[in-house]
């Protein structure tokens, strides 16, 4: 006999199932989930603020809408989070930073907007590193978010706190930004979907400043490729507040059913866990063995190239927005290097990242007339100690601070949609995924091939359950 998933365990599309019924209410999932919350986040630490006498009043707004018949949307009611870089009306945002540990938004940003006309609640904002510059979540405001599949491990970063609340039954979505890989990572570390968007699909404006340039983009994480659609159904479109999205995520031509892909499983002789390349290698040959046509090769762009476009950006960027307006405010050590960094580059180095930002979105887009997906694994690290920035070795080879993340930054320089799949979780190291790349713009294809046909292709987890109860 089968037995019902608690509340807290439904996926977005499910907990609109039982309120379309009349089964559950949007307010008994939330109380479901806040008494998770205050179960599991003081050793999770993954939501850092809520406005508890809002979320109730949206919730009971909610019931009478289902109630009615008169959902705003397909996802009315369900509870998420925001990760805590992104503005929220009445809810600190913080970026991780002292500098920032007293802003208090009065508006939200446009794809918050866009969440509450479609009726969703927001539970609160989950936890970041500092200007959500690296790839684990911790910070001296609130300390490390812990990964739930992985005691003591990482939920990678810098959307670790959202990633580890969908993990721990905390709202079975968050919305976060991918700058460098920021959603795909920590989706990958903690056994879930995510998805980074072309630059345009999501509206950006009123937040905080863009100092990685347009490489940042707000992308959903969810526990299936489902709910990653229908909230990219809300989230993206063309948006006033951002002419980029003119004709953003309209319809586009399918996917084959199986499609050409190329595949590659490290970023030159870069060391990748022989864990993550194992069960790469074993999805690789499943999908050889269902007839799929698949080149195998080394990485199809010049990764040190980007990866230097990538890191100029980044540290002008945080240099700027330092020296601008937080000079006289308290960072962290490693804000402070990526500062100092910063100030060393000149305008002609950032002129001439941009630059090479654009060479290779053109490069990316005459690469796509030749293969319509792009593969590899999303880590090249097992989560590792919450505590530390990064694994300083990897298969027993030394790394520095981008060694767990050489596969992901290329796509956000050159503007690429890409979704990491969960593939695997392990004994005590957390997820493992599957990057998957499409062409500029082809973001709807991607997302309804996600949901179509990769679904039954992820190989079962070695470890089916959370660590959580």
């Known amino acids: 006999m089968s037995v019902s998933p608690p509340i807290w365990d439904l996926t977005g599309l499910q907990l609109a199932e039982r309120y379309r019924s009349g089964q559950v ?6 109380a479901a989930i806040q008494h998770r919350i205050a179960a599991y986040n003081p050793a999770i630490n993954a939501i850092i603020a809520q406005d508890d006498a809002a979320l ?81 979540t911790d910070n001296a405001l609130f300390g490390p978010t812990f990964n739930p599949l992985a005691p003591g491990r990482t939920p990678g970063g810098s959307t670790g706190g959202g990633a580890a609340a969908v993990a721990a039954g905390f709202g079975p979505i968050v919305i976060g930004t991918d700058g460098g890989g920021s959603v795909r990572r920590p989706a990958a570390h903690c056994g879930l979907w995510g998805f980074k968007p072309s630059i345009g699909t999501i509206a950006r404006a009123g937040g905080f400043p863009a100092i990685l340039h347009d490489f940042e983009v707000i992308g959903p994480i969810a526990r299936d490729a489902a709910d990653l659609a229908a909230v990219l159904a809300i989230l993206a479109g063309p948006d006033d507040a951002d002419p980029r999205t003119r004709g953003a995520y309209g319809p586009a031509a399918p996917l084959p059913a199986r499609p050409r ?23 690789i040959r499943d999908l050889e063995a269902l007839g799929w046509p698949v080149t195998t090769a080394a990485e199809p762009f010049d990764a040190a190239r980007a990866g230097a476009v990538w890191q100029t950006v980044a540290q002008a ?33 950032y002129v001439e990242a941009l630059a090479g930002a ?6 990316a887009r ?14 090249a690290a097992l989560a590792w100690d919450a505590r530390r920035p990064y694994p300083e070795t990897i298969d027993a080879q030394p790394v520095g601070p981008r060694g767990h993340a050489i596969f992901t930054a290329w796509a956000n320089v050159a503007g690429l949609p890409a979704l990491n799949v969960p593939l695997a979780r392990t004994e005590g190291g957390g997820g493992i995924g599957v990057q998957v790349i499409a062409a500029p ?10 949901t179509s046909v990769l679904p039954p292709l992820a190989p079962a987890p070695l470890i089916p359950s959370r660590i959580l109860p």
């Open 317 to 349: 960027g945080l240099a700027w927005h330092i020296g601008r307006h937080l000079a006289d405010r308290q960072i962290g050590e490693n804000a402070r290097k990526m500062v100092e960094a910063g100030m060393a580059l000149s305008s002609a180095d």
């Open 56 to 136: 109730k009043k949206a919730a009971h707004a909610s019931d009478a809408r289902w109630q009615a018949g008169q959902p705003l949307s397909p996802l009315d009611g369900v509870p998420i989070t925001i990760k805590d870089n992104i503005h929220v009306a009445g809810l600190p945002a913080r970026w991780g930073s002292r500098a920032h540990e007293h802003d208090r938004p009065d508006t939200d940003e446009p794809a918050v907007r866009r969440l509450r006309a479609a009726g969703l609640l927001v539970l609160g904002k989950t936890n970041v590193p500092e200007f959500t510059l690296q790839g684990y």
């Open 441 to 450: 713009g082809r973001d709807r294809a991607l997302i309804d091939f996600a």
């Open 366 to 379: 005459d690469l796509f007339q030749h293969t319509d997906l792009l593969m590899s694994p999303t880590i």
């Open 358 to 363: 654009q060479q290779l979105r053109t490069e």
């Open 261 to 283: 892909i190329l595949a590659f499983d490290t970023i030159g002789d870069a060391p990748v866990d022989p864990t993550i390349a194992t069960a790469f290698a074993r999805f």
């Open 25 to 30: 209410r949007p307010s008994d999932a939330v």
